[in-house]
């Protein structure tokens, strides 16, 4: 029997703000930050809406979780996106401390690996969870978008 709050757990609820993000026309990409088996923030990418590049899910799931705890670093918890985290949304993740990063599809154009891009010494980071329902809904939504054009 699968433990009730385990990392496909939350990483369905990342889906649920990626899906959120589809349906606003953004591109979809979610992600909760999790502490003490409590979803303690949770977003989408908002670059669409907000006119801003810095808008990803993973920036504002940081903030509404160190809003949360009333700090700015994220000791202890752990993020769960659906795509592998930028080089941006990675350098802010290193200054937050977060302990996990948790990611369903590897981005390897843009993601953090692939631009050489480091986490923080002390982050444990896994990619794969949910890889495949994370890819297609990305794909669903670059297909859909190139048939608008």
């Not at 504002?60 to 160190?66: E, L, V």
């Amino acid at each position: 029997m699968l433990e009730p709050y385990d990392d496909t757990y939350f990483m369905k609820k990342a889906l649920e703000e990626a899906q959120l993000a589809f349906e606003e026309g953004e591109v979809p990409v979610g992600a909760v930050v999790v502490a003490k088996n409590r979803i303690i923030g949770r977003a989408h990418n908002l670059t669409e809406r907000l006119n801003d590049v810095t808008a990803h899910a993973e920036m504002q799931a940081i903030t509404s979780a160190a809003n949360f705890l009333g700090g700015k670093y994220l000791n202890g918890c752990t993020l769960y996106v659906t795509l592998e985290p930028c080089q941006m949304c990675a350098g802010a993740l290193y200054w937050s401390q977060i302990s996990k990063i948790v990611y369903g599809a590897p981005d390897l154009e843009r993601g953090y690996k692939v631009m050489g891009t480091c986490l923080h010494p002390k982050t444990e980071a896994m990619g794969g969870i949910m890889e495949k329902e994370a890819s297609e809904l990305l794909k669903r939504f670059f297909v859909q978008r190139r048939n608008l054009n």
